[in-house]
């Protein structure tokens, strides 16, 4: 498999070329080595990764720029770190990043991040190789590695959030054959399988990929099953200047809706009830399907030049049931629940963005130019909303299933939800090399939106607006050594307001401005390493105000200020230890509004931390070799509702691993993890209120079994 020349530091000149003579680990699909190292590539070859370690970065400016030259904190989890910590689902992969926590994922349905102390779910900050999709879940099979881009990212991906975007990398075909199957079992009961099959299509410039999942196991509480299957077929033409990859992703799920437990208002602690204990009843299920298509193209005009055109086209569908807790009596313990349903809810969207980059001298000084546009249509209907009358007589010490019916009565008032957005989108980028050392980037955008909102029947349009953004950011670079860098930036991001539920007029769109500065560093010729500080304030913040006469109004007067440091680093120590590990600390706060000044927002962690390790014992019992490892992930107290009345506690879980590969003629690695390893009870996101707080899952043993060919 062909590696494309970057400029490289040292340290990743060793590591290319350690992989490139064998000595740095497996390669992509053949006999190993001593397993040092695995180097990821993309597209025609263009290394991204070398085994824990990231090279490239293709989220921050949308060209391969390498690590150290972006201003900017961007981190990256790759294909080897989700292998190692048997990673199922983006919240896991994401404990490896500083000041990322988790928000509300709509009772464990959907990706949900804040960033930075911005976020939310449905706020699409979470891209497929650089685009926006309406899947509820992005992380599978398909997975690549993860590319977090840290701070306002509008001027290149739209309407986003100050904190940053989350970009899933997708594997693309190969032209070397290669295959993989593993399967999985967990100590819930139950488990899951992958299969992974590629390679070229012979006499042709064609290549294809086969990858399928499916997951059957039971849901870790007193009742409910996980059942998910995926199958996604791709075929790539890769010609000596252009490049299509074409591939499409069908996942079908069956999932618990799971809002968790409660937390007492007296004492501000969760119930003392089993955390397998839930409050709601069995058919608290969301069924539902979800479709991708991708199609990622390339030309290269010369050696310079390049055209890359991008397209998402998404769709997901879904129904649910739930008894929904409405009030809970602290003194008895009962429950007030109602019955509700989606019946027939259907988001579709299609991405496409066309960008053209080069290199070019002006009074000899080199520029990297990069010129785009975008375009996305957004279109969301929720049909029938089912709603039935509060009931009593569920006690949480004493719970009776089966005493509340599913409800059949549809909402009027409430059915036909639906969200429009389109977005028309143009930006130009230029990296300028000033000298050696000197390296600024800057670039602006122009955006112009329309969205549509409402709800019931008859139909009520809440949001119907327009308007145009112009976001401009601009950074500096300043190469100490080949192997330090110091950065500056300066980023803008805007979200234009919209509700289903409320008529919110004509408000101007939340605007946020955002300052970093830091550095970058190689270390041990194998550790890439980032550490920085960073501060942001995003205004016109929406709230509700209820006037005398009992109305409600939206109003924009809040602002939200974070400030903070991080710190991350990935790769090797040693030629047989890796490690992925990071810190952050950020104080957010709401410092104008006229209800929850002083307050910090929902689900925002003062700190984060985190640390994987692996050691490569090497060679055991003639020429197998055994992995060991393990780490944790921390995070602070977060406030559970917007007044701050509870919080939900700090905590820290620990997971290990060990790994034991047979070589031979087609490896086998038996692989063993223990998730959560001392079963401590944790809790990791609220709903916004105290009857909804998710519960992070007790000890789990995966024990798997994977082969390649």
């Known amino acids: 498999m062909s590696v494309a020349h970057v400029d490289m530091s040292h340290a990743q000149q060793a590591t290319a070329q350690a992989s490139a003579s064998g000595q740095g680990g497996e390669t992509a699909w053949g006999s190993p080595e001593i397993a040092l190292d695995t180097v990821s590539v993309t597209g025609a070859g263009e290394m991204a990764t070398a085994g824990y370690q990231p090279i490239t970065n293709s989220s921050a400016t949308r060209t391969n720029m390498l690590i150290l030259d972006i201003p900017q904190a961007v981190n990256v989890v790759s294909q080897e770190v989700i292998n190692d910590q048997q990673d199922r689902t983006l919240d896991e992969v994401l404990r490896n990043v500083s000041n990322v926590t988790q928000a509300n994922t709509l009772a464990g349905t959907q990706d949900a991040f804040i960033r930075r102390g911005f976020g939310d779910n449905r706020d699409g900050s979470v891209l497929t190789n650089g685009l926006r999709t309406v899947l509820p879940r992005s992380f599978n099979a398909t997975t690549d590695r993860v590319e977090v881009l840290k701070g306002p990212a509008s001027t290149l991906y739209g309407i986003q959030e100050p904190g940053g975007i989350i970009n899933v990398i997708t594997k693309k075909p190969q032209d070397v054959f290669g295959s993989s199957f593993e399967l999985s079992g967990t100590s819930f009961g139950g488990g899951y399988g992958t299969f992974d099959i590629t390679g070229p299509i012979a006499n042709t410039n064609l290549a294809y990929r086969l990858i399928g999942e499916w997951q059957d196991n039971d849901y870790w509480r007193n009742y409910g099953e996980v059942k998910q299957n995926l199958i996604a077929p791709s075929l790539g033409w890769h010609g000596e200047n252009t490049s299509v990859d074409v591939s499409y992703t069908h996942r079908e799920y069956t999932v618990p809706f799971d809002r968790g437990t409660i937390f007492d208002p007296t004492t501000g602690k969760a119930v003392t009830t089993d955390r397998r204990i839930q409050f709601t009843e069995p058919y608290n299920i969301t069924n539902g399907q979800s479709d991708l298509v991708l199609v990622n193209a390339s030309h290269n005009f010369n050696d310079k030049w390049k055209l890359k055109v991008d397209y998402a086209y ?396």
């Open 314 to 709: 998404s769709h997901d569908s879904y129904s649910d049931n739930q008894a929904r807790v409405m009030a809970y009596d602290p003194a008895t313990g009962n429950l007030t629940r109602r019955a509700d349903s989606t019946n027939g809810s259907y988001q579709t969207q299609h991405n496409v963005r066309a960008d053209l980059s080069g290199e070019f001298t002006v009074a000899g000084f080199k520029n990297e130019l990069l010129v785009g546009a975008a375009y996305s249509d957004y279109d969301l209907l929720r049909t029938d909303m089912i709603r039935c009358p509060n009931t009593t007589g569920f006690n949480i010490y004493r719970p009776v299933y089966g005493t509340l019916a599913k409800c059949t009565r549809v909402s009027a008032a409430d059915s036909d939800q639906t969200i429009q957005q389109s977005v028309y989108s143009g930006y130009i980028q230029d990296a300028l090399y000033l000298t050696d050392q000197w390296i600024l980037v800057g670039g602006v955008s122009f955006q112009q939106y329309t969205q549509y909102a409402g709800k019931g029947r008859p139909f009520n349009a809440n949001t119907d607006s327009d308007g145009t953004s112009v976001n401009p950011r601009a950074g500096i670079v300043y190469k100490l050594t080949p192997d330090i860098s110091l950065y500056a930036n300066f980023a803008t991001g805007f979200v234009p307001q919209s509700s289903i539920a409320d008529n919110i007029g004509s408000l101007p769109p939340e605007e946020s401005v955002s300052y970093e500065a830091g550095a970058k560093f190689e270390l041990m010729n194998g550790l890439t390493a980032t550490a920085a500080i960073f501060n942001i304030e995003k205004k016109n913040v929406l709230y509700n105000e209820t006037l005398s006469n009992g109305d409600t109004v939206a109003r924009t007067a809040g602002k939200v200020r974070s400030q903070g440091f991080e710190f991350d680093m990935a790769g090797r120590l040693t030629d047989r230890i890796n490690i992925i590990a990071s810190y952050g600390y950020q104080d957010v706060k709401v410092v104008e509004d006229p209800t929850y000044a002083g307050n910090s927002p929902v689900n925002v962690s003062p700190y984060t931390a985190s640390m994987f390790m692996t050691y490569d014992v090497g060679r055991v019992l003639g020429d197998d070799n055994l992995k060991i490892g393990g780490g944790f992930s921390a995070q602070g107290k977060r406030a559970g509702d917007a007044a701050n009345s509870f919080y939900l506690p700090g905590y820290a879980v620990f997971d290990a691993m060990m790994a034991y590969t047979i070589n031979v003629k087609n490896p086998m690695t038996i692989q063993l993890n223990v998730k959560n390893l001392f079963d401590t009870t944790y809790y990791t996101s609220s709903i916004g209120n105290n009857l909804g707080v998710a519960i992070g899952a007790p000890m789990e043993a995966v024990l798997s079994a994977r082969v390649k060919f």
